[in-house]
């Protein structure tokens, strides 16, 4: 794609959040990006305008038949004061993958890459630069077509839209307490479960907030089939460290493929840590904290980071890890993968984009 992005800039700037007290998701800039897509025309009108509520009809097909994936990425304002991005380039990636999934176009990757920078360009005075916080960038699409019938949609919208955010769980980098659900099942081998998809995380809601109400901050699934097998916690993927070794649970279909979970395979990898990716069972997980092996948890996902369990509850049993404090390792991939993100660690990898 090479239409030029138009760009109108707002006449009435908001007010910025205490970069002290952000939580997520819940401030939004002064500027919002926007492309559509007619079947017969492709991905066209890209724009950045002032950030307000979008007009769509009541039979548009997403409000029904749930369209809709996204994407999540997070900016950082370096010490130089350049913007920089974290492989933006896989997260591409992954919203192809989720648009094939759902039936919805393809979008070119270095073309949203490239409109992001422009729009975090105009936003660049929302960037926060306290410890821990981030401007947090969601692309979404979704159908605009109105119409009834279940087929895939005609028409979409592509939008970006910025949140200064700090860290995910209010307790930050405190490990959060996290149920094992036992009975809901968020995704199942050939549904939708590895794409970005909108209905993976209305699928979680219901447990969740059923342990929110036990007091545990999130769910861990397990398989749909055998309610056996870990999955991941919805809103992370998740990594256990046992006798020395890291073992994460495999890509197969149902789990999302994290991108600060392939970073930290790598690094792992790097710093010559043992690790596993392979099918890892809570029966597994048990025996391991009923030994005295079970040593660390951790969550990994852009919004989350790296966010340490403290305790994990399933079904009758209780098992605290590392005395409910963050691990060593825990630590130390939380500070090089932040470290990486803002330019405070050199990227040897490629892995990051400034501008
Ligand atoms: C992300 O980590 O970017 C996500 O999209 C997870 C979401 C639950 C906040």
Known sequence: MSEEIKVQLTTKPGEKPDSNNLSFGKYFTDHMFIMDYHKDKGWYDPRIVPYAPIVIDPAAMVFHYGQAVF????????????????????????????NDRLGIPEVDGEFVIEAIKKLIEVDKSWIPTEKGTSLYVRPFIIATEPCLGVRSSYTYQLMVILSPVGAYYSSGLEPV???????YTRAVRGGIGFAKAAGNYAASIKAQENAKKEGYSQVLWLDAIEKKYIEEVGSMNIFFKIGGKVITPE??????????RSSVLTLLQEWGVPVEERKLSIEEIYDAYKEGNLEEVFGTGTAAVISPVGELHWNE???????GEIGELSQKLYDTITGLQSGHLQDTRNWTMTF
């Open 71 to 98: 994407e999540g990425m997070k900016a950082y304002l370096t010490d130089s004061g350049k913007v920089l991005l974290f492989r933006p380039d896989q997260n591409m990636k992954r919203l192809n993958r989720s």
């Open 177 to 183: 307490k996290i149920n094992v659900e036992s009975s």
């Open 251 to 260: 890509i197969n279909g149902s789990i999302l493929e994290g991108v600060t």
């Open 317 to 323: 049993h209780t098992m605290e890890v590392n005395n």
